[in-house]
C-alpha cells in the first residue's frame, strides 16, 4: 500500500466536539489555505458503477460533485425501490451481483466504487490472490474490476475492516488489487464530522489508481470544513438546511422505557439515572466493565449526533431525541446523514431506518466525489499531452 495523501486529520476527539473544534485546528496550525487545492469541476463528463448502492447516500453525493452514474446495483429490494423513486434516470439494477456481467463495460467507466461487506476470507496461505477470495462480495467487487478495467476503485467500509481478522483481509484485498493491476493508496478513515455532517462517524475510505497512472497523479482527500454541525444544524433551520426537519414516522418506547427515557437530561445517559433506576434498566450489565454511553442515551442539541446505526431504539446503541422522549424519526435519521428531505425511503419502517443507518452521509460523499474527479482531472491531462 502507498501513501499518497495530503494533511490527516486522524485525532482523537473528546465527546464534545464543538467545544473543540477550535483548539484541534488552533493546535495543528493549519487553516483553509494550508490544504492542496482540488479542481473539482470535471473537464469531461466521467462516468461510475456503484456495487452494494443501497439507499443512494454515496451515489447522491457523487452525482452532486458532478460524476455521470451508468449503472447502480443493489439486493436489497426496498432499497433498489428507494434509488428508482428518487432518481428515475439512474440506470438501476436490483440483482445478485454474481449474476452480472461487466464485460460489457470493459474500458468505458472512470471510476468503480462499492460498499462491499466486510468477510473474513478461507485461506491456507499468505500470499492469497483474486480466485482465493471467491465465494465473498469482495470477490465480486473485484471481478468488476478484472473486467471493467476502471481507471480509479473506491471502496467504503466500517473502520474495522483494518484490524479485520488480525490486518490479513485489508492485506489480501491488497493484494488481490495489486494482481488486476492497481496501487490502493494507505486507507484512510474520515471522520464524517470535518465534512458538514452532523455526526460522530467515521468511514474507511480504500483508493486504488491504475498503475499506468500510479505515479503520475496525486489523490487528495477531502479538506476538512473548520466548522463542527450539530444536532441543532441537523433538525433546525440553518446551514444545512432551510427549513426545520418535516414531521414522519419513527420507532416508539414501551411505556416503561419512556419512564426511564424522561430521567435522562439532554447528552446524558445510564449513568444520569438514580442508582436504582440504573440496576433495573442495566440489569446484568450494571455489573460488567466499560462506558456502556450508547445506553440510555439522549442526544444534546449542542453536539453532533453519535453515530447511527439500523435502529435509534438498541438497547444497546440509544439515540433519543434532544428534548421529547422519543426515538429519532425516520426524517430526522436521515437529516442527520445529509440526506435531503425530498429523498424518499421506501419499505417498512425497520428497513427505512436500516437503509439510512447503513448509507454513507451525502455530504461526505460529496467532498470524495471532488477528490475523485480532482485526480480524473489529472489523468485526463495526461491522456491529452
Known amino acids: 500500500?502507498?501513501?499518497?495523501?495530503?494533511?490527516?486529520?486522524?485525532?482523537?476527539?473528546?465527546?464534545?466536539?464543538?467545544?473543540?473544534?477550535?483548539?484541534?485546528?488552533?493546535?495543528?496550525?493549519?487553516?483553509?489555505?494550508?490544504?492542496?487545492?482540488?479542481?473539482?469541476?470535471?473537464?469531461?463528463?466521467?462516468?461510475?458503477?456503484?456495487?452494494?448502492?443501497?439507499?443512494?447516500?454515496?451515489?447522491?453525493?457523487?452525482?452532486?460533485?458532478?460524476?455521470?452514474?451508468?449503472?447502480?446495483?443493489?439486493?436489497?429490494?426496498?432499497?433498489?425501490?428507494?434509488?428508482?423513486?428518487?432518481?428515475?434516470?439512474?440506470?438501476?439494477?436490483?440483482?445478485?451481483?454474481?449474476?452480472?456481467?461487466?464485460?460489457?463495460?470493459?474500458?468505458?467507466?472512470?471510476?468503480?466504487?462499492?460498499?462491499?461487506?466486510?468477510?473474513?476470507?478461507?485461506?491456507?496461505?499468505?500470499?492469497?490472490?483474486f480466485e482465493d477470495t471467491r465465494g465473498t462480495l469482495f470477490?465480486?467487487?473485484?471481478?468488476?474490476?478484472?473486467?471493467?478495467?476502471?481507471?480509479?476503485?473506491?471502496?467504503?467500509?466500517?473502520?474495522?475492516?483494518?484490524?479485520?481478522d488480525n490486518g490479513k483481509t485489508i492485506q489480501i484485498m491488497n493484494n488481490v488489487l495489486n494482481d488486476l493491476g492497481y496501487e490502493m493508496l494507505e486507507?484512510?478513515?474520515?471522520?464524517?464530522?470535518?465534512?458538514?455532517v452532523p455526526q460522530k462517524r467515521e468511514r474507511l475510505i480504500l483508493i486504488a489508481i491504475k498503475k499506468e497512472y500510479f505515479g503520475k497523479v496525486q489523490f487528495k482527500w477531502p479538506n476538512p470544513y473548520t466548522k463542527i454541525y450539530?444536532?441543532?444544524?441537523?433538525?433546525?433551520?440553518?446551514?444545512?438546511?432551510?427549513?426545520?426537519?418535516?414531521?414522519?414516522?419513527?420507532?416508539?418506547?414501551?411505556?416503561?422505557?419512556?419512564?426511564?427515557?424522561?430521567?435522562?437530561?439532554?447528552?446524558?445517559?445510564?449513568?444520569?439515572?438514580?442508582?436504582?433506576?440504573?440496576?433495573?434498566?442495566m440489569k446484568n450489565s450494571f455489573y460488567l466493565g466499560?462506558?456502556?454511553?450508547?445506553m440510555a442515551r439522549r442526544i444534546s442539541w449542542d453536539e453532533p449526533c453519535l453515530t447511527l446505526t439500523c435502529s435509534p431504539a438498541q438497547k444497546q446503541t440509544e439515540r433519543c431525541h434532544p428534548i421529547e422522549t422519543r426515538p429519532l424519526t425516520i426524517r430526522e435519521y436521515a437529516r442527520i446523514q445529509t440526506f435531503p428531505d425530498s429523498w424518499q425511503f421506501v419499505g417498512s419502517i425497520t428497513s427505512q431506518y436500516k437503509q439510512i443507518g447503513n448509507a454513507v452521509p451525502v455530504n461526505l460523499a460529496y467532498e470524495i466525489g471532488k477528490s475523485l474527479i480532482d485526480i480524473l482531472n489529472q489523468i485526463e491531462k495526461i491522456k491529452n499531452n
Open 139 to 164: 470477490f465480486e467487487f473485484a471481478r468488476a474490476i478484472k473486467e471493467i478495467q476502471p481507471k480509479i476503485v473506491m471502496g467504503e467500509n466500517v473502520k474495522g475492516l483494518l484490524t479485520h
Open 230 to 281: 450539530t444536532m441543532k444544524d441537523a433538525l433546525k433551520a440553518g446551514d444545512l438546511f432551510d427549513a426545520d426537519v418535516p414531521k414522519s414516522d419513527g420507532q416508539k418506547y414501551p411505556s416503561r422505557k419512556k419512564e426511564i427515557m424522561q430521567m435522562v437530561p439532554a447528552g446524558g445517559y445510564w449513568r444520569d439515572l438514580p442508582i436504582n433506576i440504573q440496576k433495573e434498566y
Open 187 to 196: 486507507p484512510k478513515v474520515l471522520k464524517a464530522i470535518f465534512h458538514k
Open 290 to 294: 466499560g462506558g456502556k454511553t450508547g
Open 1 to 129: 500500500m502507498s501513501s499518497n495523501s495530503n494533511v490527516n486529520l486522524s485525532l482523537d476527539l473528546k465527546n464534545n466536539y464543538q467545544k473543540y473544534t477550535n483548539q484541534i485546528f488552533n493546535k495543528l496550525n493549519i487553516s483553509a489555505d494550508s490544504f492542496p487545492k482540488i479542481s473539482s469541476k470535471p473537464l469531461r463528463i466521467y462516468d461510475s458503477i456503484e456495487l452494494f448502492a443501497g439507499a443512494g447516500g454515496l451515489a447522491l453525493g457523487l452525482d452532486r460533485a458532478g460524476i455521470n452514474h451508468i449503472l447502480l446495483n443493489e439486493f436489497n429490494k426496498s432499497a433498489c425501490e428507494t434509488l428508482k423513486q428518487n432518481m428515475p434516470n439512474w440506470n438501476v439494477l436490483c440483482d445478485d451481483v454474481s449474476n452480472i456481467d461487466f464485460i460489457q463495460y470493459k474500458d468505458k467507466i472512470d471510476i468503480l466504487t462499492g460498499g462491499f461487506p466486510c468477510q473474513a476470507f478461507s485461506y491456507a496461505g499468505k500470499n492469497l490472490g
